[in-house]
T-cell receptor, first 116, second 113 residues
Framework: QKEVEQDPGPLSVPEGAIVSLNCTYS??????FMWYRQYSRKGPELLMY????GNKEDGRFTAQVDKSSKYISLFIRDSQPSDSATYLC????????????????FGKGTKLSVKP | KAGVTQTPRYLIKTRGQQVTLSCSPI?????VSWYQQTPGQGLQFLFE???????NKGNFPGRFSGRQFSNSRSEMNVSTLELGDSALYLC????????????FGPGTRLTVT
């Protein structure tokens, strides 16, 4: 079982739709959870990060973490064609598990297409 | 403020050769991490440097190495290139070793023929 699982899609939605992107993970020691957006031929861009369980909102984006289910989500409201990209979840294991803040473990990404 | 820069952006090499990739972090950032991105494996952590010291290393063979200079710039080297090394190599910088926010550069696209 991979440490982080993410549905690769592709996911195609009409403009204005609510998009739900999800990741599951196997290591309950993960504490910091991040979402990156990657446009074609570009490096990943940090969208949001959250610590432990709960919700965090930033404009049209909401990140949700459920540690009891080892499940994280990113919701995009009022999706726009400019949101078309690959979305990557990433997690940081604590240092006592051999990890560090510099060692992120990524899902494989979900390719999103928002049609006008 | 300028972002993370990586050079070169594209590179074509032959099997058996070696290659050096360069990364300049955001000004004031002292930690640099390197990742390999392929369609099959996704983004995989290579190594992390802070204050010229390697802090962590991923599960890659010894052909992959790196270093960091006193100005926080970093290089990674791959020796004896194999076809499977073809990938996008990404560098990410953080302000300190305790920061969680990583900012990525555009990557170097390496093709091994």
């Amino acid at each position: 079982q991979k440490e982080v699982e993410q549905d690769p899609g592709p996911l195609s939605v009409p403009e204005g739709a609510i998009v739900s992107l999800n990741c599951t993970y196997s290591n309950s020691a993960f504490q910091y959870f991040m979402w990156y957006r990657q446009y074609s031929r570009k490096g990943p861009e940090l969208l949001m990060y959250t610590y432990s369980s709960g919700n965090k909102e930033d404009g049209r984006f909401t990140a949700q973490v459920d540690k009891s289910s080892k499940y994280i989500s990113l919701f995009i409201r009022d999706s726009q064609p400019s949101d078309s990209a690959t979305y990557l979840c990433a997690m940081s294991p604590p240092s006592n598990y051999g990890g560090s803040q510099g060692n992120l473990i990524f899902g494989k990404g979900t390719k999103l297409s928002v049609k006008p | 403020k300028a972002g993370v820069t990586q050079t070169p952006r594209y590179l074509i090499k032959t099997r058996g050769q070696q290659v050096t990739l360069s990364c300049s972090p955001i000004s004031g950032h002292r930690s640099v991490s390197w990742y390999q991105q392929t369609p099959g494996q996704g983004l995989q952590f290579l190594f992390e440097y802070f204050s010229e010291t390697q802090r962590n290393k991923g599960n890659f063979p010894g052909r992959f190495s790196g270093r960091q200079f006193s100005n926080s710039r970093s290089e990674m080297n791959v020796s004896t290139l194999e076809l499977g090394d073809s990938a996008l190599y990404l560098c990410a910088s953080r302000r300190t070793s305790l920061s969680y926010e990583q900012y990525f550069g555009p990557g170097t696209r390496l093709t091994v023929t």
